[in-house]
């Protein structure tokens, strides 16, 4: 069990008069004094705190960690009341506190932890004589008679290790002839190589309609196996299935963390931090992530205005954001959600992005036409992308091949162009006048050699500002070189353009 970090401030000592988890590291303050310059994960109110109390529990308390006791006053203008709004506060009667301190700490960790299971890890049943086909990490299909019993028909090879309570999530297609349900088996084993206890969890289609959740309650080393059952006849096509810590409903990857499903069962995660509560708004979109999470979290954080991260799950480390028009849709109306709650527009804007992020950037900067577009390792053709998987990567990026399976439903040259024009058609489309876009890019780039000089040729008309920075090499070879630019030009755009109009130095550039 990992050691959550607890901060108390106020009159009385709850952990003295409160059963407190074992996994708390307690620090009690009764009026404030020196504390240690890291982050707390969770932080207690019994009182009102002051203007130095608040400053330091802004920068060392994260978003949806703070809990106030009923009797603290939220008096508009007060440090309280500007600490809990940027934190998201949390009022609990003492009955709740009671419950927070035995039962939810443990989910308050610090990280976060998921993946999926390899898909060319899955086996199917020998018992199965249906027709079977491999489609890379889009998945597997199968046809044909699984009987009318619930049997077996697929399972993964690996086991995974269970400490912690994780939570699982199918992602798969079927026809209605068939019923399915997905069994895990926890395995535990107390001294030797003998299971001590076994455990079945059988999850239905109802339950699959959510998450799902297994526990290893027995204080001893654990592991899952996992396998897919069915009956009936017709078309089954496993996807992917999902395992993760579980923080039991206090969020996904991180606490605050929220979960948009859409009917193909495809998951679009997203994180907001309200900071400042002052313009920018800054979007950031995740990168290539084989472990599932939240991408840029400090990074955005130390920027201190309202961030949204923004990731997604699907193939190997992503699909590039591109997806059915709900599935877009559905990415526009978390910026645009956000953009409403802080009364902001799209000047008030900043979308951002490394490598894969750069095209969700990019892709619905053309919806939203923000302030400006900030980009590092910019890919824009990914049908060239995939391409260049052949001759110039082999083997580097096979995720690119399967982005073009999945989009446009083949490999050869005619989808390698409608997978770059799905890009260039509704980027030509939009209105780009006042949007800045600032690039790093890397010069003998092996992913898409001409993103930048391609901004530039499809920008010459536009009544906008683009400039970059080139640096020698591969698109894996100067990572730090671009982030360092990153996110100095982040820091910069945000004081010209919007802390130095506040304070009246500065002078904004005209805007639609």
């Not at 999926?116 to 199917?124: A, E, R």
């Not at 201190?304 to 190997?316: Q, S």
């Not at 923000?370 to 391409?387: E, F, Y």
Request: net charge neutral; proline share 4%; charged share 30%.
């Amino acid at each position: 069990m990992k050691t959550i970090r607890v901060l108390q401030l106020g009159t009385e000592d709850y952990s003295r008069t409160m059963q407190v988890s074992d996994c708390a590291e307690w620090y009690y303050e009764p009026y404030f004094s020196q504390l240690p310059e890291t982050d707390f994960d969770v932080a207690v109110l019994d009182r009102e705190v002051t203007a130095g109390e608040a400053d330091y529990l802004i920068r060392f308390l994260r978003a949806y960690c703070l809990f106030l006791t009923e009797r603290v006053p939220l008096k508009k203008g007060s440090p309280t009341q500007r600490l809990y709004v940027r934190k998201m506060g949390k009022k609990l009667s003492k009955k709740e506190l009671e419950k927070c301190l035995r039962d939810d700490l443990p989910d308050y960790f610090s990280g976060s932890y998921g993946e999926k299971f390899n898909p060319h890890h899955i086996s199917v049943a020998q018992s199965f004589q249906g027709r079977v086909a491999w489609r890379g990490f889009e998945g597997v299909d199968l046809d044909g008679d699984y009987g009318n019993d619930q049997k077996q028909i697929v399972f993964w090879r690996n086991n995974i290790p269970i400490e912690e309570p994780i939570e699982f999530w199918l992602e798969y297609a079927k026809d209605d002839t068939i019923e399915i349900s997905l069994e895990i088996i926890l395995l535990t084993f107390a001294y030797g190589t003998e299971p001590a206890s076994q455990r079945v969890c059988t999850f239905s289609e109802e339950d699959l309609k959510d998450i799902v959740y297994i526990e290893n309650t027995d204080g001893v080393r654990g592991h899952a196996f996992a396998s897919l059952r069915a009956r009936g006849k017709g078309r089954l096509t496993v996807t992917a299935l999902h395992d993760r810590r579980s923080r039991r409903g206090k969020g996904n990857f991180i606490p605050g963390g929220k979960r948009v499903v859409t009917p193909d069962r495809e998951e679009i995660f997203y994180y907001f931090d309200p900071g400042n509560l002052k313009p920018p708004l800054n979007v950031y979109f995740s990168g290539y992530k084989t472990q599932e999470g939240f991408e840029g979290y400090y990074m955005m954080r130390g920027m201190g205005h309202p961030y949204l991260l923004i990731t997604e799950t699907r193939l190997e480390g992503g699909g590039f954001y591109l997806g059915s028009e709900q599935f877009e849709r559905s990415i526009e109306q978390i910026i645009r959600s956000h953009m409403k709650k802080l009364k902001l527009g799209p000047s008030d804007v900043i979308l951002s992005g490394l490598s894969m992020g750069t095209f969700g950037a990019l892709y619905y900067g053309c919806r939203i036409r923000p302030n400006t577009i900030l980009l590092g390792k910019p890919l824009a053709s990914i049908g060239d992308v995939a391409q260049n998987e052949r001759i110039s990567r082999p083997g580097g990026f096979p995720t690119s091949l399967d982005v073009l399976h999945k989009v446009c439903g083949k490999l050869d040259g005619d989808a390698v162009m409608r997978l770059n024009d799905r890009f260039w058609n509704a980027f030509d489309r939009a209105d780009w006048s006042g949007t800045r876009f600032a690039v790093a890019y890397m010069i003998e780039d092996d992913y898409d050699q001409t993103a930048y000089g391609q901004l530039q040729s499809h920008l010459k008309d536009a009544d906008t500002e683009i400039y970059g920075k080139g640096l020698h090499g591969r698109h894996n070879d100067e990572t730090s070189g671009i982030v360092s630019w990153f996110v100095n030009q982040y820091r910069e755009i945000i004081q010209n353009e919007f802390d130095d109009m506040r304070s009246g130095t500065g002078r904004r550039r005209r805007r639609r």
